[in-house]
């Protein structure tokens, strides 16, 4: 398989950026996206040309590191996947691709595709946690959990901090990343008893970072790599 | 010369923790504010004593390479965490924990440890419970267990397929309530370089900024690494990209000895290599066997055939015929031995890579026929669309493929019960060091250990060190300081402007992953090893000659960061060799050919391998050192699983 590529190349965070063309030829179809813009920066090696550079790490689908727009898709057209997991079979009809960084002013790009998340961070540290120490847990069975609520604090929880989220909001809106986390917590008897401090500081933060407001596009759970629901953001509404 | 001491307590194995923590030395807590201590990476043991070091009121830096501590790789930990809690009430107990532990590390640990271990699992599901871990629950509310690895007892807790990423952020979160308070400072997307060591004492470290490339030195009262494991030295492996020994490997040549480096483990069941583009190789869970039957065909003129159209005759159930009592679940290496072995006969299937096809058929058909698709996709349902996403094939119509990959290293910096390593002042928690798994490890206890170490033991002994010690004032112009500063420098001078540029840091890496695998892997023997040592003496000379760097050393470059992660390599690739080498036994995850058993089983030597072997740096001629394990409570017995 053959591919025109015009990947977004910029320098630094203050420098203007722009797309540069690319071509990779001889792509196997089992080979997956991140590993065909390997090629592509083996040819630049041998080159002589600095790589592309794009953020990833475990490269399946966990670390939430990847973070590509492609063809105006962050983490591709494909549902509930992270970039790290798309093939190349999956663009067998599109031999033009668009690759670009997540656009949002409280992510600032590093250089080409790879962009600073530390606002999600900051967010964590403003309240994304039970406020224990080690040593003073008790029994884990003493305190019961009813079974629905450990489920749908899971389905919560699996939020890999990806950012995609933020990439494809109109608002650049952090809410789906930040109602994951205190709707994880609320709904544990542990968590709940924070849980409107918690949810204060977190959106404080979330607004001090930058971040938008949501007004329902709901275009965050369409792209969420793991399938986080919306009525995450409704039920943090509910708690202030 | 070190004294390889242990400094293992004394008495009844069931009190030596407690009173071992009462003979530590403690620091006031109004005093802990003076003491600075420096902690590298955030997986579950960095992030987990970051988080109690913080809350104990020393300041604490943390430095990750990732772009946020919450990525490091235990993030990817699929099964489940080992607890001696007993709930199912099936006859668990710290004992058991810790003879299950000792007896599938094949008797290469100490058992002092091991037992801590046992002991400290229960209060870590108590506390990461508390921190919100939404482990997995019965309707009455309660925890639930599942049996894991091929135990006899239900121990393993569990978050459905995401154990490890829950129990790494309830750590991450933790850390970051500590980072908001102010006691721990973190920086991401820096890596470690040099350990600054002055008077003999670890007293700082030099990272590189990844992305404006500026070298700066960061100084304390010690060290802690927790900088994980070394799997991607064989290239293609189930660990994250970025992870690497470098960390681990500067200590070394700073004079920490790295013990049972050989000591490596490889998983049955990933999804084998399609292509030589191939960047990572991903695991997938193992209780796969517990249903699917392994197999590959009789002849080799069937391998390209369509799976469906191969007759049950023409097919081999390898492991079922080699194996009848335990056939599709037996322990992790003596499945891959047995899957590489097919695949070398030739018999293998799927892509070919390198000339020979890497995969044998794990196959679900008798099991669907048997309790229907619906039922197996209750079981595995992820799992399977896992695979169809990364293969494109769907395995309720067509057999899986797998081929085992290298998961876990269990060798690591050597460290005494304290977890410190040869240098005094610079300890070693999780994967980093080779203190509790021996030559295998089990199932679900690589989260336990991140976390006991992170949470629990080093925290106490880290304070113990800063108790008893005195450390002077030093700054940034301190000439260790400088020196350290310089040698990084160098280095990043030598890898950008390598006197004939020609191959990228991935070509080398290639190289020496497929030397490992093919002489260091699950299979080794003296020919074939004394070979690998030459090549790799070989491909380290040639890779300072050809190294190919593009773009600036001052900016953001991954050509630079792997360029000296793959240095670093192949440095350890040698090592691993040459541990193999010295290693004349059959034991754990490996097998040495010349010492197996005439049925093919592995054959412990303890009379005259019952040591760990740890080496000191002394470039292409290392020194064994050698600690002898006592077994004092249990008698070492011998598997079998014919």
Known sequence: MNFTLHIWRQKNTESNGQFVTYHVNDIDSDTSFLEMLDQLNEDLIEKGEDCVVFDYDCREGICGTCSLVINGHPHGEKKATTTCQLYMRDYADQSELWIEPWRAKSFPIVKDLAVKREAFDRIIQSGGFISTSVGSAPEANSQLVNKDDADCAFDSAICIGCGACVAVCPNASASLFVAAKINHFQRLPQGKIESTKRAERMINQMEQEGFGSCSNHRHCETVCPKEISVSNIAAMNKIL | ?642
Request: charged share 25%; glycine share 8%.
């Open chain 2, 1 to 642: 010369m070190h004294n390889l001491d242990s400094n293992v307590p004394t008495g009844p194995l069931e009190n030596r923790w407690e009173k071992h923590k009462f003979d530590l030395s403690l620091i006031a807590p109004q005093n802990r504010k003076k003491y600075n201590i420096i902690v590298i990476g955030t997986g579950l043991a960095g992030a987990s004593l970051c988080a109690t070091l913080g809350e104990a009121g020393y300041n604490v830096q943390s430095f990750c390479y990732n772009d946020s501590p919450r990525r490091a790789h235990s993030i990817a930990a699929q099964g489940g965490v080992n607890a001696s809690k007993n709930y199912q009430n099936d006859g668990d107990s710290t004992w058991r924990l810790f003879y299950d532990t000792i007896k599938g590390g094949d008797f290469r640990a100490r058992e002092s440890n091991i037992y801590r271990l046992a002991q400290l699992s229960c209060n870590i599901i108590d506390q990461a419970v508390s921190q919100g871990v939404p482990f997995a629950r019965e309707y009455s509310g309660y925890l639930a267990n599942r049996s894991f690895g091929g135990t006899q007892v239900s121990r393993t807790f569990y978050a459905r397929g995401q154990t490890g990423q829950q129990l790494l952020l309830g750590a991450y979160s933790s850390m970051s309530k500590e980072i908001a308070s102010g006691k721990v400072s973190h920086k991401s997307r820096c890596e470690m370089l040099e350990v600054i060591i002055i008077d003999g004492k670890a007293r700082g470290i030099v990272v590189r900024d990844l992305i404006t490339g500026e070298i700066s030195s960061h100084l304390a009262d010690c060290v802690v690494m927790c900088t994980g494991g070394y799997s991607n030295a064989y290239y293609l492996s189930t660990n994250a990209k970025g992870c690497n020994t470098s960390a681990t490997w500067r200590a070394h040549k700073n004079g920490a000895y790295f013990a049972n480096p050989s000591f490596t483990q490889i998983h049955p069941t990933c999804v084998p290599p399609t292509g030589d583009s191939q960047s990572k190789l991903t695991l997938m869970s193992e209780s796969l066997r517990n249903d699917g039957r392994i197999w590959a065909p009789k002849n080799i003129e069937d391998c390209d055939k369509n799976p469906n159209d191969i007759q049950e005759e023409d097919r081999d159930y390898f492991l079922e015929r080699m194996y009848p009592a335990f056939a599709n679940l037996v322990p992790r290496d003596i499945a891959s031995r047995a899957l590489k072995g097919i695949c070398d006969e030739g018999r293998g299937v799927g892509s070919v890579v390198n000339n020979q096809r890497l995969g044998v058929y794990l196959d679900f058909s008798s099991v669907i026929q048997k309790i229907g698709s619906e039922k197996v996709k209750e079981k595995y349902g992820n799992l399977f669309d896992m695979y169809e996403s990364i293969t494109g094939e769907n395995p309720y119509e067509v057999p899986m493929k797998i081929y085992p990959a290298p998961h876990y290293t269990m060798g690591g910096l050597w460290v005494d019960y304290n977890l410190m390593t040869t240098i005094d002042g610079l300890f070693a928690c999780g994967e980093a060091n080779f203190s509790d798994h021996g030559a295998n490890r089990l199932g679900a206890s690589a989260l336990m250990q991140g976390l006991a170490d992170g949470y629990f033991v080093a925290p106490q002994t880290v304070a113990n060190y800063l108790a008893k010690g005195t450390f002077e004032e030093i700054t940034h112009d301190h000439p260790e300081v400088i020196s350290s500063v310089e040698s990084v420098k160098n280095r990043i001078e030598r890898l950008m402007n390598a006197p004939d540029p020609k191959h990228s840091p991935d070509y080398f890496h290639r190289k020496i992953g497929s030397i490992l695998w093919t002489s260091c892997g699950m299979a080794r023997d003296k020919d074939s090893l004394k070979k690998a040592i030459k090549s790799i003496e070989q491909i380290k000379i040639d890779f300072w000659n050809n190294i190919k760097v593009t773009g600036n050393d001052k900016d953001f470059n991954q050509t630079l960061e792997k360029a000296g992660r793959v240095a670093d390599f192949i440095e350890l690739g040698h090592l691993m060799c040459v541990d193999a080498l010295d290693r004349e036994e059959s034991c754990g995850a490996h097998a040495r050919l010349e010492y197996l058993a005439e049925s093919g089983d592995a054959m412990r030597d303890d009379e005259n391998f019952g040591y760990v072997a740890a080496w000191e740096f002394n470039d292409n001629k290392p020194t064994l050192h050698k600690e002898n394990l006592d077994f004092e409570f249990i008698k070492p017995t011998y598997r079998d699983y014919k």
